[in-house]
């Protein structure tokens, strides 16, 4: 497993942190050999990927600590966690952050909507009071055992109230204890100027590129510039493998073959070196009871 420098180290050195999204153990391997040192597990892509459903808050706790808990079997990327609304009040995010944390979660983002919760670039979003969002950070930071482990708090007003009141909310979001701040879906890069302007220099912040949705898509050179700390792609992962998954059955289905497909697959061979069949296969015979039977015998 390659080592990576912690989120939090990251954040303190120069330049953006790019997460690419990922839903399972083979894309977190795919963004660790691209180069990446750094992971957002979405729970939209869990749905979407795993249930065949949008992103409107039927993916639990259990699942998502689960999905989590395989990926960091396989990497040691540090993956920054969708938690949606913590599953419930504070109680239930304590136990949420608690959860997430023993399973390897470096970041653990909460929201602010109201059960069921929804996509963050879906309309028709409904908030909790500010406090209560207050109460809940509060509760997360107190549940975590590491400093190291970084609450994300994410606020979805502008959709609802308005940007001034997103800001409010950050503010008071920021006072309770959040590492990071997370304001959803600005429409415009005014929008976006104005949350740097209010809170650059006071704790990192993250943008979230979102193809199609509400914030228009910037690079991450351009939003380093603007001032972010932190970029997200969450659900990119799903819709390349969605496209590509199309292309490839209409072929099969008219061709009756994947050979006109070929060139767009890993072969056999190539997908098991992307995995690292042969490694694993070798850690194991480096256990294989001939070994051990031989040195009894040798003692002999």
Do not use: W
Not at 3 to 16: R, S, V, W
Not at 67 to 93: C, F, H, M, Q, W
Not at 275 to 290: H, K, N, V
């Amino acid at each position: 497993m390659t080592t990576h420098p912690t989120l939090k180290m990251q954040l303190a050195a120069d330049g953006i942190v790019v997460a690419p999204g990922i839903y399972d153990s083979l894309g977190a391997v795919l963004v660790e050999q691209a180069g990446f040192h750094a992971a957002y597990l979405s729970g939209a892509s869990i749905a979407y990927t795993r249930f065949g459903g949008p992103d409107i808050g039927l993916v639990g706790m259990s699942e998502v600590a689960a999905t989590l808990s395989a990926i960091k079997e396989r990497v040691d990327l540090p993956v920054i966690v969708d938690a949606d609304t913590g599953y419930g009040n504070a109680l239930n995010v304590r136990r949420t952050v608690r959860l997430f944390e023993r399973n390897g979660a470096n970041a653990i983002q909460l929201e602010d909507q109201t059960l069921p919760k929804r996509c963050g670039h879906l309309t028709g979003k409904t908030l909790v009071e500010a406090a209560e969002m207050v109460g809940k950070i509060k509760a997360a930071v107190d549940a975590r055992r590491s400093d190291d482990t970084l609450i994300i708090a994410r606020t979805d007003a502008i959709a609802v109230e308005g940007l001034e009141a997103a800001l409010e909310r950050g503010d008071r979001y920021a006072d309770a204890g959040a590492d990071v701040l997370f304001v959803e879906a600005p429409r415009d890069e005014a929008g976006m100027r104005r949350i740097v302007e209010r809170f650059g220099g006071r704790l990192p912040l993250l943008a979230n590129m979102v193809e199609g949705g509400m914030t228009p898509l910037a690079s991450a050179e351009k939003l380093e510039e603007l001032g972010y700390s932190i970029v997200i792609f969450p659900g990119g992962l799903v819709r390349a493998v969605a496209h590509a998954a199309s292309a490839y059955f209409a072929s099969l289905k008219q061709n009756g073959s994947n050979q006109p497909f070929r060139d767009r697959m890993l072969d056999f061979t190539e997908l098991n070196d992307l995995l690292g069949t042969e490694e694993m296969l070798a850690l194991g015979a480096s256990y294989d009871s001939r070994n051990f039977a031989d040195a009894k015998d040798d003692d002999a």
